[in-house]
């Protein structure tokens, strides 16, 4: 699996190559990726958001066993409230 980093520099390229073609369907295509690992690239960011914050929890509530998916809850929950607050 690539990293943010680099799907970000993917789609970069994309951009790039677009610039030298002259098909439209090929220039098309290479834009929608472009967008695509963009869009992949914010996906992953905000999972190791969560990520980090369900780990702080865990750690902040003794390591508990068996509760990982309610700190990934919250902390999804923790996150989203944020972005609305930022909104």
Same mark, same amino acid.
Do not use: F, S
């Given at each position: 699996?690539? #990293? +943010?980093?680099?799907?970000?520099?993917?789609? %970069? =390229?994309? =951009?790039?190559? *677009? #610039?030298? $073609?002259?098909? +439209?369907w #090929? $220039?098309?295509?290479l /834009?929608? !990726?472009?967008?695509?690992?963009? %869009? !992949?690239?914010?996906? @992953?960011? /905000? &999972?190791? @958001?969560? =990520?980090? /914050?369900?780990?702080?929890?865990?750690? &902040? &509530?003794?390591? +508990?066993?068996?509760?990982?998916?309610?700190?990934? #809850? *919250? *902390?999804? =929950? %923790?996150?989203?409230?944020?972005?609305?607050? *930022?909104?």
């Open positions: 699996m690539k #990293t +943010p980093h680099e799907l970000r520099r993917e789609a %970069e =390229r994309c =951009r790039r190559l *677009a #610039t030298d $073609i002259d098909d +439209p #090929t $220039i098309e295509a /834009r929608e !990726l472009a967008v695509e690992y963009e %869009e !992949l690239a914010g996906v @992953l960011d /905000r &999972q190791e @958001l969560v =990520r980090r /914050r369900a780990y702080e929890m865990w750690e &902040q &509530q003794g390591r +508990p066993h068996g509760h990982h998916a309610d700190h990934w #809850t *919250a *902390a999804e =929950r %923790e996150l989203a409230d944020a972005e609305d607050g *930022a909104c």
